[in-house]
């Protein structure tokens, strides 16, 4: 799975799951921290990507409003703030679980 994580979640994620040879991309390093989040939803389906997040409102009402569109997107994994450890725990059982597919 490739993820491309919010400008909201630690960046020490990306190094801990990179370790790992995740793939995965910041919105720091693809320049889009300013970005909209329609539009951070649109760059990481145009880079088939998933989205992670803590900004449970937003991308909720965005999935929603992008489903009831017919507009698909490459999935968004939205965490409650939990400590960096726990995340790259949870984060890591998600990827060695799931794949694209099953999301």
């Known amino acids: 799975m490739r993820l491309y994580i919010d400008h909201d ?8 799951l990179r370790r790992r040879r995740h793939d995965l991309l910041t919105t720091l390093e693809a320049s889009n921290t300013e970005a909209s989040d329609e539009s951070q939803l649109a760059f990481a389906t145009t880079q088939e990507r998933i989205f992670l997040t803590h900004n449970r409102r937003d991308f909720r009402r965005l999935h ?15 965490s409650a703030h939990i400590p960096l450890l726990e995340l790259e725990r ?3 059982r998600l990827l060695s679980t799931y794949t694209l597919e099953d999301l």
């Open 9 to 16: 979640v630690d960046v020490g994620l990306a190094e801990r």
């Open 64 to 78: 929603r409003l992008w489903t009831e569109g017919g507009r698909m997107h490459y999935g968004i994994i939205i």
């Open 90 to 92: 949870r984060m890591l």
